[in-house]
């Protein structure tokens, strides 16, 4: 059987802020400058874009994924509406250009919308010049702002959005989504839902990144070589790997499933392992290690990773979670 092709714009979760702009548009009350805020990754552009496609949609139920609107969304082509989503900072001129387009009435669709993904990044005059355009909007003119923290905008600019302000995903969504919607191996999405941590599009990011299993391997080989490792090499490979915060932050998780796990061999439970292709390297920890050791181990790791974010110092942080590590010098 021959499947549709769908060119609709997916959400998952943030069922709340959907069902809003629904309630909005059909009382004739559609926001026109918003600012969806919230941690990395979680899907803020993915709404802003289901929302642009929503809006200009000409079949029910919108968004229908087939119409000629729905489908020039998707490929990036509809006139109406304008995406910027670069890692560079947007600069006054763009602003100025986006400006000029948002004044004329839109060419095929209902609305002109512009969507302006991390607008913390863009330049002062940027967001100088956009306020014009946030308190004098024309009428079939909706914008769209994300960004992680509203404090680190122009104060002048949140007060004249409506602020939406997004939640990490639950597990069981994400775990959800990666097995229906990106048709990930159960093993794999339950480890990719760990890590994320709420954050979908990290999980994507991952599924798509030839790397990540790589460091993954590296890991866990760490783990292993540490546990041999006298106190002075575990303070050289501290002093290492924390000069690299997003390979620190990495680490950490993963070597906190990993000592879930051992928790879980030791205790007989083996269902929830997320590690399961290394059980065969996990045992003979399993076998060394004390129930008691394994917990602490469990506690010291998710504390050093919250530390991540109070300003502790990254390298001292790591130091004191790889100096309790037990020491097995024959695995
Ligand atoms: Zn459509």
Known sequence: ??????????????????????????????????????????????LGRFWAQYLNCT?????????????????????????????EALKIDQIRELQRELSLSPVEGRYRVALLCNFERATTGAAN???????EPASQVVLILTAVEPGSLLPTIVSRCQMLKLRPLANEAILTALQTQWQ?????????????????GWAVN??????????RSRFLEDMLDLLRMHRAERLDYASDLSRDTAAL???LVLWLIIWRDLL?????????????????????????????????????????????DRNVNPRLNLEVVLLHLPRYADI
Not at 59 to 85: Q, T, W
Not at 129 to 135: F, H, I, V
């Open 206 to 215: 991952a599924l798509t990144d030839q790397d990540f299993l790589a460091r």
């Open 59 to 87: 079949a029910e139920p919108r968004p229908c994924g087939y119409c000629l609107s729905c489908r020039k969304v998707m490929s990036g082509n509809h006139p109406d509406i304008r995406v910027f989503d670069e890692d």
């Open 184 to 200: 990930t191996e159960p093993a794999q999405a339950e480890l990719l839902t760990q890590l994320a941590a709420g954050r979908l």
């Open 1 to 46: 059987m021959e499947t549709t092709p769908d060119f609709k714009v997916h959400v998952v979760g943030h069922n709340w802020a959907i069902d809003l702009f629904r309630q909005q548009e059909q009382v004739g009350r559609v926001a026109q400058s918003l600012l969806l805020t919230g941690p990395p990754n979680i899907g803020k552009s993915t």
């Open 249 to 251: 932050k990495e680490a």
């Open 129 to 135: 010049a956009l306020l014009k355009t946030l308190e």
């Open 264 to 308: 879980l061999l030791m205790s007989g439970g083996q269902t929830k392992v997320i590690n399961l292709d290394w059980q065969d390297k996990l045992q003979p920890i399993a076998r060394r290690s004390t129930l008691a050791q394994a917990k602490e181990m469990v506690v010291r790791l998710q504390k050093a990773y919250q530390n991540l």
